[in-house]
């Protein structure tokens, strides 16, 4: 039982790890500002999750559990902002710019 | 190993990213991603306590300030300087080589001098529990050795005062970036604002026994701070008000005031007489430090209500 | 910690690229940041130096590079305050702008 909760975790974590990387190859491939993002928010997140689930069921413990899932939220809502304000930045520059909108500001 | 090897070495690229070529912008960038790697080297290495220290206010809150300098010269207009300096780059590598020769030297020396007996750590962890604390790290710095920690909060309000006087009169108040114009900030706010709080204070009452403490409290204070300025529910004022002065010197004078009562009845200078005392005191370094880094940001010497 | 050969090279490595931008880069913004990781350098060394006691880190150490990164948060804050205050009055960002790069 405990051999199985630990496969378990174990794939869980290398989910959430293997979402973090398609993450990060998106924001380095992906060639403008909204696409990137979307590489990021998206698999970032899932990542993340997956990664918390796993360590929850690593410790094994209600407590360190709600403590993982109010860090997943948080983490959540952080990248939601982050992400709503570069992309609005992002359009904006490329309207004053008059170029095709989203293309990255640098 | 693995591990060792890959921390290590991204940390030298990175450094590497962050210094030589490149736009600034970039470099700054890739200053804040070594910053968040050392936090995984110091993790790595047995250290949560710096973790999250380098976390907090070596890679955020210096990213802050240094972000926000940055956008001021930008505005400023100041002439930018071409990096790097091709005139002086044949010399500087012969002393980079040397230093880092020197540094590797010493290091390599010190380890393999390495013997084990850690005297005064471990007379340190043996009297650790006698202080009620569970913490080795708010041990040295609230009760072993608290006037390098007395100084080091006379130090980070003595930066404040000097940056005021570099800053001048006419300068009150430097510019800041207008707060963006979206409907998330607002329940941003509202969320996170009690919540790092709340946090702040977890991190400050758990410093005693686990990892955290008033440093990393106060970085999140700071980090509140930074984020209430930048989206205008913060503004700055161009005078501090009381309120604001008895938050910068409160951990300070909390701190020498509980010094010097100790003589008062009879114990040693900087004694520290109990639990409750290392309490005090961290609250207090907590909200003067937090308030310091904020005004440091703001680049103002108070602040005030709602900035237009 | 079982690895501190490799820490240390880090740190040399670390050391000497700062010392390396700090001396060849111009711009005030970047000498600092050259700076902040020599002072990275340092910490690493002392907190690798002191090695393990009882199986931990060295509380002291630890405890030592813990006041030494908030000293650095408020050196540079103080810094960066002097640089703003020198491109106002001086409208450069460089200790040495007329540089010979001529050359």
Redesign the interface.
């Known amino acids: 039982m405990s051999l199985l909760l630990d496969a378990f975790a174990a794939l869980l974590l290398l989910i959430g790890a293997f979402f973090y990387l398609a993450g990060t190859v998106g924001l380095i491939r992906f060639p403008d500002a909204l696409s990137r993002l979307h590489a990021l928010t998206k698999a970032d997140n899932i990542g993340l999750l997956s990664i918390c689930a796993g360590s929850a069921l690593m410790a094994g413990e209600l407590r360190v559990a709600l403590l993982l899932l109010l860090i997943w939220l948080m983490a959540l809502f952080a990248a939601t902002v982050s992400a709503h304000l570069i992309a609005r930045r992002s359009l904006r520059d490329a309207e004053d710019s008059g170029a095709d909108a989203g293309k990255s500001p640098s | ?1 693995v591990i ?2 890959f921390l ?2 991204g ?2 690229v990175l ?2 990213q ?3 070529g490149g ?3 970039r ?2 960038v890739m ?1 804040i991603v ?1 910053g968040m790697v ?1 936090t995984l ?2 993790a790595w ?3 949560p ?2 973790a999250m ?2 976390a907090a ?2 890679a955020g ?2 990213g802050a ?2 972000m926000i ?2 956008w ?2 930008r505005r ?1 207009n ?12 044949r ?3 012969v ?3 040397l ?3 020197l ?2 030297a ?3 020396a ?2 393999s001098a ?1 013997t ?1 007996d ?1 005297t ?3 007379v ?2 043996e009297t650790l529990p006698d202080t009620g604390l569970g913490n ?2 708010t ?3 609230i009760v ?2 608290n006037l ?2 007395l100084l ?1 909060v006379a ?2 309000l ?2 404040y005062i ?2 005021r006087a ?3 009169r006419e ?1 009150a108040d ?1 510019p800041l970036p207008p707060a ?1 114009d ?1 409907p ?2 607002t329940p ?1 706010v509202v ?2 604002a009690p ?1 790092t709080m709340v946090v702040a204070i977890y991190l400050l009452k758990a410093g005693s026994q686990y990892p955290g403490g008033a ?1 990393q409290a106060s970085a999140l204070l700071a980090a509140l701070g930074v984020l209430l300025v930048l989206t205008g529910r913060v503004g700055p004022a161009a005078a501090a008000n009381w309120l604001t002065r008895a938050g910068l010197v409160i951990g300070t004078l909390v701190f020498c005031l509980v010094g010097l009562g100790m003589l008062v009845i009879g114990a040693p200078l900087l004694a520290i007489p109990g639990i409750w005392a290392v309490y005090l005191i961290e609250a207090a370094m907590m909200i003067s ?1 937090g308030l ?2 904020v005004l ?2 703001a ?1 103002a010497p108070g602040l005030s209500g709602k900035r237009s | 910690m079982n690895h501190p050969e490799i820490w240390m090279l880090a740190a040399a490595g670390l050391f000497g690229l700062g010392l390396y931008s700090l001396i060849i880069a111009r711009h005030l913004l970047r000498q600092l940041i050259a700076i902040k990781i020599m002072g990275s350098a340092v910490f690493l060394v002392l907190v690798v130096t002191a090695g393990l006691v009882d199986g931990s880190l060295d509380g002291i150490a630890q405890a030592l590079v813990l006041t030494g990164i908030v000293i650095a948060v408020a050196a540079i804050a103080f810094a960066l305050a002097l640089v703003v205050s020198l491109a106002e009055t001086t409208g450069s960002i460089s200790l040495n702008p007329d540089d010979d790069d001529g050359r």
């Open positions: 190993m060792d090897v290590a070495l940390l030298v450094a590497w962050a210094l030589i736009s600034l912008f470099g700054i200053f070594f050392l080297a110091w290495l047995g250290s306590d710096l220290a380098e206010i070596g809150v210096t300030l240094i300098a940055y001021r010269l400023i100041a002439v930018e300087p071409r990096d790097p300096s091709p005139a002086r780059s010399l500087a590598l002393i980079a080589v230093a880092t020769g540094v590797g010493i290091g390599l010190a380890v390495l084990g850690a005064a750590a471990r340190m962890n080795p790290i041990g040295v710095l072993f050795r390098d920690t080091e130090v980070v003595a930066a000097a940056a570099a800053l001048g300068s430097l963006p979206t998330l900030l941003l969320t996170l919540l440093f430090i310091t880094l440091l940001f680049g």
